[in-house]
T-cell receptor, first 113, second 115 residues
């Protein structure tokens, strides 16, 4: 049962344009969401998070949007840079009870110079 | 601040052999996680320690996998005997908090190939 889905395995974007990465979840009990970035041969690094009490969180070039009714979140990167080329994972968790992060399968972003 | 350290970085073994991975979390971090990431999938939690107690090991294949966290600091994950399907990257992560963690810090991982 894939509770967190990233349906696009890969995405290519021109440098300077917007990158939009999508993530869907099925468990309505999830109330905290993270995005991680992963370079080859390195561990995932935290990028940005959002709580279910918000619908948007912004940090520099990165913005995460949460649509609870659609059980959908998206990560926007504006403007995209070649150094953003990596695999991006979304993860979701409950913050009470049985809490553990469930990760999506990742989207490989390639930013073309 | 030093990050999460893991060793070895790469390991190749034959099926039915045993293997052990080591993790040193960020100093002072109370919670330690082991994840398994199979190629093309996201990380899957195997076991979570708070200090040196197990919080969640529901997805750990206990017939072949074992893990311990010594004195609430370093941790080892062992597989005995290994199967072909254990080929994956094993990621260790830590968090300063007990309870729910808003952020986890990952090590570089150990890539295991079982032939």
């Amino acid at each position: 049962d894939q509770q967190v889905k990233q349906n696009s395995p890969s995405l290519s974007v021109q440098e300077g344009r917007i990158s939009i990465l999508n993530c869907d979840y099925t468990n309505s009990m999830f109330d905290y969401f993270l995005w991680y970035k992963k370079y080859p041969a390195e561990g995932p690094t935290f990028l940005i998070s959002i709580s279910s009490i918000k619908d948007k969180n912004e940090d520099g070039r990165f913005t995460v949007f949460l649509n609870k009714s659609a059980k959908h979140l998206s990560l926007h990167i504006v403007p995209s840079q070649p150094g953003d080329s990596a695999v991006y994972f979304c993860a979701a968790s409950r913050t009470s009870g049985t809490y553990k992060y469930i990760f999506g399968t990742g989207t490989r972003l390639k930013v073309l110079a | 601040e030093a990050g999460v350290a893991q060793s070895p970085r790469y390991k190749i073994i034959e099926k039915r052999q045993s293997v052990a991975f080591w993790c040193n979390p960020i100093s002072g971090h109370a919670t330690l996680y082991w994840y398994q990431q199979i190629l093309g999938q996201g990380p899957k939690l195997l076991i979570q320690f708070q200090n040196n107690g197990v919080v969640d090991d529901s997805q750990l294949p206990k017939d072949r996998f074992s893990a311990e966290r010594l004195k609430g600091v370093d941790s080892t994950l062992k597989i005995q005997p290994a199967k072909l399907e254990d080929s994956a990257v094993y990621l260790c992560a830590s968090s300063p908090r007990t309870g729910f963690s808003y952020e986890q810090y990952f090590g570089p991982g150990t890539r295991l190939t079982v032939t």
